[in-house]
């Protein structure tokens, strides 16, 4: 079975979508059998390449191909409909983080994967990239020792970025949500659900009023595991340009970690670098061995353990729907509460 294609559509072909479709096309796994974007032109440009049906419309991609997997290069506002479909009909789903523009929507997903037998897998391309899987590896081993503090940041240049992003009922959330979701699952995925999630967001409109029609551009997250350990993330859109900057400190009692998308460091006491690895793989690379995981989901699933999955995936989400209900009460949040919903 491994051998076999899988019948695959790809619905959205702009930003991530183009990832997506660089990383199907050197993968042999992956037959793309029809593309669909807003942007039809766009589409059967895409189309010819692959010699694949073209559509703009979202719901014909879905209803009218036997597909065995469909890639989501689209937000979930204009496609969640879409998305439902698609599991309901026995189609896996791939879609990059995040899962839902709420933890609700996004476990109500998981729930009908589940109930059709399929896959509905949220991809975090910084699970595959190598300064994040060394950085689990040195924790696992437990090397740097009893963990109290755990930071991470994100700072975003001006953009541009879509507009819909800039809109809670289109987006969900903002910065937090669509930006640091692969920050809060690395510190999740190692050091396990907060008991508790305080936090405080804003953003730069001109009036309270305006600043409650627009999703948060700034953010500071705090978490408490247990008696002994504390964690915080804190998320800004800067002014002007620049690329994105965003890295996860962990401070053992001898010894700091170090990591971003391109780099693990091991600092000492002194604030020296004893250990540095650089890591030369890019977001290509990290969401092509993000689908190659998906497909041996799928393809051999009795001898393959995956690297990603949809209910795993809802524990991060559970993080930020308690930062989000925090911001709102003013007092913190359980994300075990949270999960129990899902």
């Not at 029809?34 to 991609?61: F, I, N, P, S, W």
């Not at 191909?65 to 979930?76: I, K």
């Not at 897998?121 to 060394?134: D, H, K, L, T």
């Amino acid at each position: 079975m491994e051998n076999r294609n899988l019948k695959t559509g790809v619905l959205g072909l702009d930003g991530i979508g183009q990832a997506l479709l660089g990383a199907v096309a050197g993968s042999r796994h992956y037959q793309v059998v029809a593309v669909a974007d807003k942007d039809l032109a766009m589409a059967e440009r895409v189309a010819e390449g692959y010699e694949c049906e073209a559509t703009d419309d979202y719901r014909q991609l879905v209803i009218q191909n036997e597909l065995d997997c469909l890639l989501v290069g689209a937000p979930l506002y204009s496609c969640e409909g879409q998305i439902r479909a698609a599991l309901k009909k026995g189609v896996h789903v791939f879609k990059p983080a995040p899962g839902g523009r709420s933890f609700e929507e996004a476990a109500e997903l998981v729930r009908l994967a589940e109930e059709a037998s399929v896959q509905y897998v949220v991809g975090i391309p910084e699970r595959f990239a190598g300064s994040f899987m060394a950085l689990r590896q040195r924790l696992e081993s437990g090397h740097l020792g009893a963990v109290s503090l755990i930071t991470a940041f994100s700072s975003l240049g001006e953009g541009p970025y879509p507009t819909w992003q800039s809109d809670p009922k289109l987006a969900g959330g903002g910065i937090l949500l669509q930006h640091c979701y692969g920050l809060i699952d690395a510190i999740v995925g190692v050091f396990g659900l907060p008991d508790q999630v305080y936090a405080l967001m804003t953003n730069r409109a001109a009036d309270k009023q305006q600043r409650l029609y627009l999703t948060e551009d700034t953010a500071v997250v705090t978490m408490r595991f247990g008696d002994s350990r504390v964690g915080e993330v804190v998320a800004s859109q800067r002014m002007g340009g620049g690329r994105r900057q965003a890295y996860l400190r962990v401070y053992g009692r001898d010894a700091v970690y170090v990591v971003s998308d391109a780099f693990f460091r091991v600092y000492d006491a002194d604030g020296q670098v004893i250990e540095e690895l650089d890591c030369g793989d890019g977001l290509a690379d990290r969401v092509g061995a993000a689908l190659e995981d998906f497909a041996m989901t799928i393809l051999r699933p009795q001898d393959h353990t995956p690297a990603q999955d949809g209910r795993e995936s809802l524990q991060a989400m559970a993080v930020i729907e308690s930062a989000y209900l925090s911001s709102r009460t003013g007092f913190p949040e359980a994300p075990g509460r949270v999960l129990e919903m899902g």
